[in-house]
């Protein structure tokens, strides 16, 4: 028997096998919600580490390191008369031997030696002053100050100024507490200093004699000339109680300022490629808002010398 085939018919289509790769890959819904959580903990890890570095600016300081202050030893004249060397000190008792009249021929020998000499002290006198008939004393060449010897520095009192900027009474007096400083009224026919602190609140004041003054040794600040920083400490003194007409208005500053005082100074002026206290002449501080709160004084300037050997 034979078949017949019927090639009307068509064949069935063979369902074809989708291949993977190229335009075969979709993104899943799992992996954009895995990407989406990914980005999400990246940025929230980078702000949490921007807070940890505020958080740590703000609860810790990291200063540049305390430097060693040598000790100043300042030499001073005390009352002695200005002048440009030094008078010599009169013997004491056991230096001086018993005078004995001396003979014809010896007066002659010292004479004779005393008027060739005229010339060789005249030459020693190192000074650019001109000679005054009206006394033999050359004078004390140390600055003025407790009589002593030291080194050729400026003393503070005289090398620092301190600058405030403030625009009224309000923010003056909030320096002044910060730094602890007290004001004080003396002279004008009182004996005693009055102080007043803390001005901010309730203003206080107390009243002591310069002797007990002198005991604690503070560094004390006064006005050169009117301004309107000197009106606000009048008016913070009156505001306490204090008297302050025809008195003189002195700023105390604590040990602690006066020790950051000394490392800004010092820190500055190794900064500028000098070496020692010696070579300063002036140095200007100013108080300015610090970064981490309250106010603290930088250096804005410093003048220099050349110190005597």
């Known amino acids: 028997m034979s078949s017949v085939v019927d090639e009307g018919k068509s064949k069935k289509p063979v369902p074809s096998r989708e291949v993977r790769g190229g335009t075969g890959l979709r993104t899943q819904r799992v992996d954009m919600v895995a ?35 040598e ?38 020998e010292a004479v004779t030696e ?29 600055p003025p100050g407790p009589l002593g010897e030291g080194d050729d520095i400026v003393p503070r009192f005289e090398r620092w100024d301190l600058k405030f900027l403030a625009k009224g009474k309000a923010p003056y ?11 004080a009224s003396i002279g004008g026919g009182v004996k005693t200093v009055d102080y007043a602190s803390r001005f901010t609140g309730s203003p206080q004041s107390r009243s002591g004699s310069s002797a007990d003054e002198n005991k604690t040794g503070r560094l004390y ?4 000339q009117e301004n309107p920083l000197k009106d606000f400490d009048r008016q913070l003194l009156e505001t306490a109680g204090v008297r302050t007409q025809g008195r003189q208005i002195l700023k105390f500053i604590p040990k602690s300022l006066e020790g950051a005082l000394e490392q800004a100074e010092k820190r500055y002026f ?14 200007i501080f100013e108080s300015r808002p610090a970064a981490g709160g309250g106010y603290e004084f930088v250096v804005i300037e410093q003048r220099y010398r050349t110190p005597k050997e």
């Open 35 to 69: 990407s989406l959580l990914m980005a999400g903990l990246v940025v929230l890890g980078m702000l949490v580490f921007l807070l940890l570095l505020v958080w740590l600016t703000q609860t810790f300081t990291w200063s540049p390191g305390e430097l060693i202050i």
């Open 71 to 108: 000790e100043e030893r300042i030499a001073g004249r005390g009352d002695h008369a200005e002048g440009f060397e030094r008078d010599i000190e009169p013997p004491g008792a056991e230096e001086v031997e018993e005078l004995v009249e001396p003979t014809l021929q010896e007066s002659l």
């Open 114 to 142: 005393a008027a060739t000499s005229v010339a060789a002290s005249l030459d020693a006198v190192d000074s650019d002053s001109a000679s005054d008939s009206s006394g033999s004393g050359r004078g004390d060449s140390r």
């Open 173 to 183: 007096a909030q320096q002044l507490d910060f730094y602890q400083i007290e004001l």
């Open 221 to 224: 600040f006064m006005w050169r």
């Open 270 to 283: 190794l900064d500028k490629g000098k070496t020692t206290i010696k070579q300063v002449a002036k140095t």
